[in-house]
């Protein structure tokens, strides 16, 4: 047991805790990688999990921080190799020899995780008894046993990744609620959350002290997505007391300025 003081709280709240989803194409993953364009954020480690990470190929800036190692990028096999990962970033350089080779021996500003959608569905697969990434005619599906332990297990991911010394970042892709009733021929849309199975879609973002939706700019706007903190029928929320409600092109810098005081 320990008492928290200002200066604890202070320190906490100089650090990023995002979750961030949207459709495809809203820039989910050019937003991630922003994070590698400032001394403040960067170096950066980008966890990819099919992620469409081939998308950043097109901006000279983010090539040139993969190439002088501002913005390491590191493919994960399954959930597994966040533990791997986690290890090494809680403990510190000399723990994880492969880690301190790709840093040179130190940590990064940034993790960023991409996506959340897409490892929980392996990781549901796999408990079910099948092979991610293997294609088979019969798919098993996950039973009532899984879901119970699949849930604790995404809630202490959130939880352990949230309490590092660090900007931590989740990215995810979209759910959308059609709910039962059209306007004419539409179906209509009654909510947006972040793409996750189970209790996991309610409790995972919990951790977070930001939930924000990107949404495609609209046409002849100078951004190319907004990020959105507050919303009617999106599940979004915002904590820090330092985010407007729409931000036009968000970086992960410029979210760090902003919660710096900026």
Known sequence: MKIVNVAKLNEEAEYLRLCC???PGTGKTWFGASACLSEDTSPVLY???RAQIASIRNNPEYVQAIEDGRLRILSLDD???LNHVYTWLF????N?????????GQLPKTVVLDSITEIQRAEVMRRAGNIPGKFVRDVEQPQIQHWGSLLNQFTLLAHLFFQLPMHVVFLGLEAVDYGSRTVG???RIVGRQIALQGQAQRQFPAYALTLMR?????IGSNAYSVGLTQGVLSSTKEQTGRFPAKIGNPT?????KLLQGG
């Open 21 to 23: 989803y949207g459709e």
């Open 47 to 49: 966890l990819e999990y």
């Open 79 to 81: 959930y597994g190799d």
């Open 91 to 94: 403990a510190g350089p000399g």
């Open 96 to 104: 994880v020899e492969a880690f301190d080779k790709l840093f040179d």
């Open 185 to 187: 021929e539409t179906p």
């Open 214 to 218: 990107l949404e495609k700019a609209p």
């Open 252 to 256: 992960i810098p410029g979210l760090a």
